[in-house]
């Protein structure tokens, strides 16, 4: 094992496609001390990671990846340390889910309307019991032959414009702080070079946001200096990690392929302990 952590990691809970318990055994495989599950708008898949923790000698971070929207600008959240049973977490992260279940059956219905093949069940079935997205459908579309990849998929039908997108649940980046450090977590900005918004992200400093993700895999190694300059200068904890999702007919990496050194870890944890002594 070495003093390495992937903070940035999708389980079948979201959208990936390895289980929590796989995730962490990956995990083990290439010699990482920590990971974080950090799903997208759900907890569901912490408490089989964190089992999953105990048996393979890997720190399990509960963490959780909230999808907001400003001005049309998609702003994701990551959580870390958070208390996943938190019950208005709970109940924000199950709306959130449901309404992901109806974009997705409008995105099919769309998608079959103009002659793509794909079966709404297929989808769900694809999900494996965690919240339906995207990257299901991508994968849908990539298994009738409807595209050469999952991220060509993405590309001809998915993104905004697209024939099959469907805007997705609004949710403020503000509020999704809110709910993560009434959660006892640390907010932090994920992928902020996709942002292109840096003003942005100190508006949501002064919101509560407490951290950057500066290494991931759409970051040059000239953006993330220039980000963890940015994180420096702001007093933000810069994190990182693969946004693995594992997915079959991608080219994003896998897991451990972005990592940070266990001090984020650290400084992440003491960063949380703070935050819960102050709401006591």
Partial sequence: MNSRADLHVHSTASDGALTPSEVVKEARRVGLAAVSIADHDTADGIEEALEAGKAYGVEVIPGIEISATRDSTEVHILGYFIDHKQRQLLDEMRKLKEARFERARFMVERLRAIGVPIRFERVVELARGGAVGRPHIARAIWEVGASSSVD??????????????????????????ELILEAGGVPCCAHVAKLRRDELILELVKKGLLGIEVYHPDHTSAVSRFYKRF?????????????????????????????????????????????RRTRI
């Fill in 152 to 177: 060509a998929a993405f590309g001809k039908y998915l993104q905004p414009g697209g024939p099959g997108y469907v805007p997705r649940p609004k949710v403020l980046p503000e509020r999704a702080i």
């Fill in 231 to 275: 994180a420096e200068k702001h007093s933000l904890v810069a994190v990182g990690g693969s946004d693995a999702h594992c997915i079959p007919g991608t080219a994003n990496g896998g897991i451990g392929s972005v990592t940070v050194d266990y001090d984020v870890v650290e400084q992440l944890r003491s960063l949380a302990e703070n935050l």
